[in-house]
C-alpha cells in the first residue's frame, strides 16, 4: 500500500520542517531580544547606573533566562481536590475534651455529607 508509506514519510518530514522553522524562529526572537537589553543595557551605562561590566552579565542573564523552559504551576498538574486530614489534640481537662470531641464529631459528620452532595452533584 504505498499510500500509507507516503503519508508516513509526509508525517516525518512536516514534523522536521516544524521543528527547524520554529528553531529559527526562536534564534531570531533570541537575537532580537538580546539587541533590545543589549540598547538597554548601553542606556543605563551612559547614565551612570551600571558599569559596562554589570552591563555585559545583565544582557547574559537576560538571554539565558529567555531560553529556560517556562516552570508549570503545580495546581495545573492535578485536577483532584487536596485531602485535608483532622488531627485531633489530647486535651487535659476532660469535661472541655468531651465538649471538643463533640464539636470534632460533628464537624466531620458534615464534611462527611459534603463529600456525599458533592459526589452526587458530580455524577449529574
Known amino acids: 500500500m504505498p499510500g500509507l508509506g507516503d503519508l508516513v514519510q509526509k508525517a516525518f518530514y512536516m514534523g522536521v520542517g516544524l521543528a527547524s522553522f520554529a528553531g529559527e524562529k526562536a534564534s531570531v526572537k533570541l ?3 538580546r539587541v533590545q537589553a543589549q540598547k538597554l543595557a548601553d542606556e543605563m551605562v551612559k547614565r551612570g547606573e551600571m558599569t559596562a561590566e554589570e552591563a555585559s552579565k545583565f ?18 498538574q492535578s485536577r483532584e481536590p487536596r485531602r485535608i486530614e483532622i488531627v485531633e489534640d489530647e ?19 458534615q464534611v462527611q455529607s459534603l463529600q456525599e452532595e458533592l459526589r452526587n452533584l458530580q455524577k449529574d
Open 91 to 109: 486535651e487535659e481537662n476532660p469535661s472541655r475534651a468531651s465538649s471538643s470531641s463533640e464539636s470534632v464529631e460533628n464537624l466531620r459528620d
Open 59 to 76: 544582557v547574559d542573564d537576560l538571554v539565558q533566562q529567555a531560553q529556560q523552559p517556562p516552570v508549570e504551576s503545580s495546581t495545573n
Open 31 to 33: 537575537q532580537e531580544l
